[in-house]
């Protein structure tokens, strides 16, 4: 058996603290390597992730500033043996630009030209008119009647021009030889040229004036008794100068359509006639003039535009 002296019993024990010591300061300092040597693959791996964000075409922060982080991350691990990653304050990513997304909304098309050609449609009524005889046999005044009226114009901003065919039969009301009654009635066919004014309202609606100058063929068919119980017939036709003044307002459902409601006054001027009159199987021929006077007329318009 050895005895230690107590000189002995220190220096071992100091030898064996010291061992403790030694051993202890290497497993630290092998933790901290490994430690420092993670946070430098990780670190690795951000200076990495900038290029795979860009590849997939996401806003990065700029070379410069990445450059100041990876810096500041490697100081922060040398000193502490640890790393924080931490985005600075200031550090703005820019987002996208929305995408600006074309207008849903249809382009008007351009207002059609209120000029070109255009055709219309009147039914008419015409009402009775004043005027004198034929050969002592037609008193006017006459029924009321029905006509229509085409037309065909051109269109030049607010004014208008066209020709016009207009037809109306209208009846007798009486006889102006006493003691013979007179049935049956005439019918006039006239051509006019006429203008029209449009007045502009800013609106669907346009009122309207014009007026025209023509030509009007008038033929009658008449039949005749008297008292007596005799019978007649007369036959007679002619021409005479005709003119009228019109007034209304139309009302444009599409680019294409108007609608219209107006008035007009009819003229015709002394019309020369000539024809045949048969009474109990005897025959005459004769002449004469025939003032048929003046019509007012109401008539609904169709108007087409090309």
């Known amino acids: 058996m050895i005895h230690v002296g107590s000189s002995s ?3 071992l024990s100091l030898a064996v603290i010291t061992s403790s010591v030694i051993a202890s300061m290497s497993y630290s300092h092998s933790a901290q390597a490994g430690e420092v040597t993670a946070k430098q693959e990780e670190v690795t791996a951000k200076q990495n992730q900038p290029t795979a964000i860009a590849e997939a ?7 410069s500033k990445t450059d100041t982080v990876i810096r500041s ?34 382009a008007k098309p351009p207002a059609k030209s209120s000029e070109g050609f255009y055709a219309s449609l009147s039914p008419l009524v015409f009402f009775g008119r004043n005027g004198g005889t034929v050969n002592g046999l037609i008193q006017n005044p006459v029924k009321s009647g029905l006509g229509v009226s085409g037309a065909v114009g051109y269109q030049f901003q607010d004014f208008r021009a066209e020709g016009e065919l207009l037809y109306v039969k209208q009846d007798l009301d009486g006889s102006s030889v006493p003691n013979v009654s ?7 066919i006239a051509l006019m040229a006429n203008g029209y004014y449009d007045i502009p309202t800013g609106s669907g609606f346009k009122p309207y004036v014009g007026g025209g100058l023509g030509l009007a063929f008038v033929s ?13 017939s007369v036959s007679a036709s002619g021409s005479s100068f005709a003119y009228q003044l019109k007034a209304g307002v139309t009302y444009a459902v599409s680019d294409n359509l108007d609608l ?23 025959t005459a021929s004769g002449s004469g003039d025939a003032p048929l006077g003046t019509a007012f007329v109401a ?5 087409f535009r090309f």
């Open 220 to 232: 009658a068919d008449l039949g005749l008794k008297d008292n007596a119980g005799n019978a007649g």
């Open 260 to 282: 219209g409601l107006g008035f007009r006054m009819f003229a015709q001027g002394n019309a020369k006639v000539t024809g045949t009159g048969t009474v109990n199987g005897f």
């Open 9 to 11: 019993a220190k220096f």
């Open 57 to 63: 075409n996401i806003p990065t922060v700029s070379e």
């Open 182 to 188: 007179a049935t049956g009635g005439f019918s006039t």
């Open 299 to 303: 008539e609904l318009t169709a108007r």
């Open 73 to 106: 991350v490697g100081r922060a691990a040398d000193l502490k043996g640890t790393v924080s990653l931490t985005a600075p304050a200031n550090l703005v990513v820019d987002a996208p630009a929305p995408i600006a997304q074309a207008s849903r909304t249809p």
